[in-house]
């Protein structure tokens, strides 16, 4: 089925390691992001992409990283885990123009102890 | 700049009650795109309706209707007579029209529908 895949969807992690979480879509979208999302808080964007190659920062962009090296995948990286980036993360693409809905992933639901 | 803003945290209301929630929403832009999610106890997000800044004309789906005004920046949301089902949290999201911009979402509000 067409949509947005993550992976992985559960993880535990002690604090200090590292992890990428993939992000892919088979849409053809430009626009991809990655949101976190805190117990009883919203989706706040932590950085988003606007076409291959290109990456900006959000709004909690702190302790992670983002690549964009094919169109299809985003691809967020946490280089040294903290308890407080515990949370669950969302991924979402969006097509040139915003002629569509936004599309999600399922969620990556990440512990860090 | 843009920003959205859910001011109710919490509603809740009994079965078959109607409620708005309400949006509020900021930008500069004059190309400028709505939208309602819904995001039930299972986690996922769902898409409820887009809107784009030049169709003020108000939409209904079955029992969900939405009201937006330019005038007031605001889209609302009308869920008339709830059901249990619609206990979930929803929420409202903006992305201006010009080219590299964030999809910026509003901090939701949770509603709850008791029978």
């Given at each position: 089925n067409a949509g947005v895949t993550q992976t992985p969807k559960f993880r535990v992690l002690k604090t200090g390691q590292s992890m990428t979480l993939l992000c892919a879509q088979?849409?053809?979208?430009e626009y991809m992001y990655w949101y976190r999302q805190d117990p009883g808080m919203g989706l706040r964007l932590i950085h988003y992409s606007v076409g291959e190659g290109t990456t900006a920062k959000g709004e909690v962009p702190d302790g992670y990283n983002v690549s964009r090296?094919?169109?299809q995948n985003f691809l967020l990286g946490l280089e040294s885990a903290a308890p407080s980036q515990t949370s669950v993360y969302f991924c979402a693409s969006t097509g040139q123009g915003f002629d569509t809905e936004a599309f999600f992933g399922q969620g990556t639901r990440l512990t860090v102890v | 700049a843009q920003k959205v803003t859910q001011a109710q945290t919490e509603i809740s209301v009994v079965e078959k009650e109607d409620v708005t929630l309400d949006c509020v929403y900021e930008t500069r832009d004059t190309t400028y795109y709505l939208f309602w999610y819904k995001q039930p106890p299972s986690g996922e997000l769902v898409f409820l309706i887009r809107r784009n800044s030049f169709d003020e004309q108000n939409e209904i789906s079955g029992r969900y209707s939405w009201n937006f005004q330019k005038s007031t920046s605001s889209f609302n949301f009308t869920i008339t007579?709830?059901?249990?089902?619609?206990s979930a949290v929803y929420f409202c999201a903006l992305i201006q029209g010009?080219?590299?911009n964030m999809l910026t979402f509003g901090g939701g509000t949770r509603l709850m529908v008791k029978p």
């Open positions: 088979d849409m053809n979208h090296l094919k169109k | 007579a709830s059901q249990v089902v619609d010009r080219a590299g």
